[in-house]
C-alpha cells in the first residue's frame, strides 16, 4: 500500500486495482454460473479450483521462490474478497491455502518449505489447517492429540474437527502436544505437517452446514499416523505460537472474504431496487430503501479499508498487527451479517427463495463471525491488547 505524497492517506497501486478487475472478470465468467449449485449440491466448487489455478489466483500469497505468485498481503485479501462476492465456498481456495501454509512461511525448515509450497503453488495439491478439536475450539491450549517421538518419525494420536476443505486438500498443518509435562500447556504444543497419504491417516464424513456448502468440512483422524521427523513446523513447543502468530495474518483474510459477501448481496440488493416497482415508484426512491442501501455501503467501505490496513500492518509485523487483525475480522464479519440480513430485507418476500442469491450470502456471511476464532473471542484480543498499552 502506497501513501500518496504529502499526505496522510493511502491508495492502492495500479496493480492492486489490475488485480482487482482480473478477479473479477474471471469470478463473474466462470465462478458465478456455478455458485447456486455448488450449494444447493453442496459440492466442492471444482470449476473454481481449475479456473483460479490455472489464472495463479488460488495461493497468490506464496513466495516466486517457491513457485508462488509472491502477491503481498493486501492483493490476497482483494482476492478473496473478488471471489468471495459471487461465491463464498470458491473464495475458501485461497483463503484456506493461505491459512494451511503461513505457520510454514513462518517457522517450517527451508526443506520443508520447498516440499509443501511448491506443490501448493503449482496446483498439484491443496491445503488444510487443523487446530480445532471437540473439546478445544476456542481454548486451544485444551487439545487433546498427540505426538511422540519414535526414533526418526513422529507419531501422531488424535483427531481434530472442523477442518475445512479436508478430503479435498493434500497437505495438512496439525497441531498437537508432544509434552504433556510443560510446565504450561501452550509451551507442549508443537506443529506438524501431515499429507494425506502418510500411514494412520483418514478423514471423516462431511458436516452438514447453514452455509459454505461447497467447501466440505470434515473431522480428520490420526491414528498411529506416522510423519518423517523433519516434518515438524519449527523447534517443540512452538506449535501455539506459531499459529497465534498465523492467526495475525489470516484473520483479515476471513475480513476479506466477509467484505467480499457483503459486497455481492448489497450490488443484488442495488439491481433489484432499481428495477421493482411499488405504489407507483421505484423502490429505490423511497427514503426508507435509500438509508438502508446508504448504511450497507458505508459499513462495507469501512470493513474494506480496516481489512486492508490489517493485512499490511501483519505483513510489516507491526506491533498492534493482532488489535488491527481482531479489530478487521470482526467488524467486517458482523458487516457481512448485518448487510446480507438487510439485502434479504431489501427484496423481501424474492430475497427469502433461492431465485435470488441473497439468501445464500447471507447463510454463508454467518460462518465468517464464528471461524479463525469466534467474534467474542475477537473481542477478548483487542481487549488484551488495549489494555497492555
Not at 495463479?56 to 471471489?83: K, L, M, Q, R, T
Not at 463464498?88 to 484456506?96: D, F, Q
Not at 455501503?297 to 490489517?310: C, D, F, P, S, T
Request: proline share 4%; with cysteine; charged share 25%.
Amino acid at each position: 500500500m502506497a501513501p500518496s505524497a504529502g499526505s496522510g492517506v493511502y491508495q492502492l497501486s495500479e496493480e492492486h486495482e489490475s488485480l482487482r478487475e482480473a478477479v473479477r472478470t474471471l469470478a463473474e465468467k466462470e465462478i458465478a454460473p456455478h455458485a447456486a449449485d455448488v450449494d444447493e449440491q453442496a459440492r466442492f466448487p471444482v470449476e473454481a479450483l481449475e479456473v483460479l489455478t490455472r489464472a495463479g489466483f488460488h495461493a497468490v500469497h506464496i513466495p516466486e521462490s517457491y513457485g508462488g505468485e509472491g502477491a503481498d498481503a493486501v492483493a490476497a485479501c482483494i482476492v478473496i474478497e473478488e471471489v468471495a462476492r459471487v461465491c463464498a465456498s470458491s473464495s475458501l481456495i485461497p483463503a484456506v491455502n493461505k491459512l494451511a501454509t503461513m505457520p510454514i512461511l513462518l517457522a517450517a525448515s527451508e526443506n520443508l518449505k520447498k516440499e509443501v509450497l511448491s506443490s501448493i503453488a503449482s496446483g498439484e495439491a491443496m491445503g488444510s489447517y487443523a487446530l480445532s478439536e471437540r473439546e478445544a475450539g476456542s481454548d486451544t491450549a485444551s487439545m487433546r492429540t498427540r505426538a511422540r517421538l519414535d526414533g526418526d518419525h513422529w507419531v501422531l494420536n488424535g483427531t481434530k474437527c472442523w477442518i475445512t476443505n479436508a478430503g479435498e486438500s493434500a497437505w495438512y498443518t496439525v497441531m498437537a502436544v508432544s509434552d504433556p509435562n510443560a510446565a504450561k500447556k501452550s509451551r507442549g504444543i508443537s506443529a506438524f505437517v501431515v499429507h494425506k497419504e502418510d500411514p494412520g491417516f483418514s478423514v471423516g464424513s462431511k458436516e452438514r452446514k447453514l452455509g459454505i456448502k461447497g467447501s466440505p468440512t470434515r473431522e480428520i483422524h490420526l491414528e498411529d499416523c506416522t510423519i518423517p521427523v523433519d516434518r515438524i513446523i519449527g523447534e517443540p513447543g512452538t506449535g501455539l505460537k506459531t499459529a497465534l502468530r498465523t492467526l495475525d495474518h489470516t484473520r483479515p483474510t476471513i475480513g476479506a472474504q466477509a467484505v467480499g459477501i457483503a459486497q455481492g448481496a448489497l450490488d443484488t440488493a442495488i439491481a433489484y431496487v432499481k428495477e421493482r416497482r411499488q405504489f407507483g415508484r421505484l423502490i429505490a426512491e423511497f427514503q426508507g430503501p435509500q438509508f438502508m442501501i446508504a448504511d450497507m455501503g458505508m459499513k462495507i467501505e469501512a470493513a474494506r479499508h480496516m481489512v486492508y490496513v490489517a493485512a499490511a500492518k501483519a505483513e510489516r509485523g507491526e506491533p498492534d498487527a493482532g488489535f488491527v487483525s481482531a479489530a478487521a475480522k470482526c467488524f467486517a464479519s458482523d458487516t457481512a451479517m448485518e448487510v446480507t440480513t438487510d439485502a434479504v430485507q431489501l427484496l423481501g418476500g424474492a430475497g427469502y427463495t433461492q431465485d435470488f442469491p441473497v439468501e445464500r450470502m447471507m447463510r454463508d456471511a454467518k460462518i465468517t463471525q464464528i471461524y479463525e476464532g469466534t467474534n467474542q473471542i475477537q473481542r477478548m484480543v483487542m481487549a488484551r491488547q488495549l489494555l497492555k498499552r
